[in-house]
Nanobody, 127 residues
Framework: QVHLVASGGGLVQAGGSPRLSCAASGFFSNYAVAWSRQAPGKERELVAA????????YIADSVTGRFTISRDNAENTVYLQMNSLKPEDTGIYFC?????????????????????WGQGTRVTVSS
């Protein structure tokens, strides 16, 4: 099984640029990965995703131009670089892996497309 541990969250000022990390046990280089977030009283939103080979990246409209996703297969880690943070970016951020035996290089844009999730790390953006 794959175990995910997210880190890098905390209290940051608006305009800050933290980087979230998600370390995975075992190999995850053959799987698509993603980040989602959930704010109090709001529906969970997938904000960034990467295809299995990394050839395709999806960034949600709400964070496009500010967030980017990357991965380091040698370290079994996926990153979410967040720039120009706004108070509305506050929430719990979760990383995810889509465990699949297939070799397609598609990008998956929905939270339900992923079947393995980490516990999440909280990001609080102050004005």
């Amino acid at each position: 099984q794959v175990h995910l541990v997210a880190s890098g969250g905390g209290l940051v000022q608006a305009g800050g640029s933290p980087r979230l990390s998600c370390a995975a046990s075992g190999f995850f280089s053959n799987y698509a990965v993603a980040w989602s977030r959930q704010a109090p009283g709001k529906e969970r939103e997938l904000v960034a995703a990467m295809s299995r080979k990394g050839d395709t990246i999806y960034i949600a409209d709400s964070v496009t131009g500010r967030f980017t996703i990357s991965r380091d297969n040698a370290e079994n880690t996926v990153y979410l670089q967040m720039n120009s943070l706004k108070p509305e970016d506050t929430g719990i951020y979760f990383c995810a892996v889509r465990l699949s035996p297939y070799n397609s290089d598609l990008v998956y844009k929905g939270p339900h497309d992923y079947n393995t999730w980490g516990q999440g790390t909280r990001v609080t953006v102050s004005s």
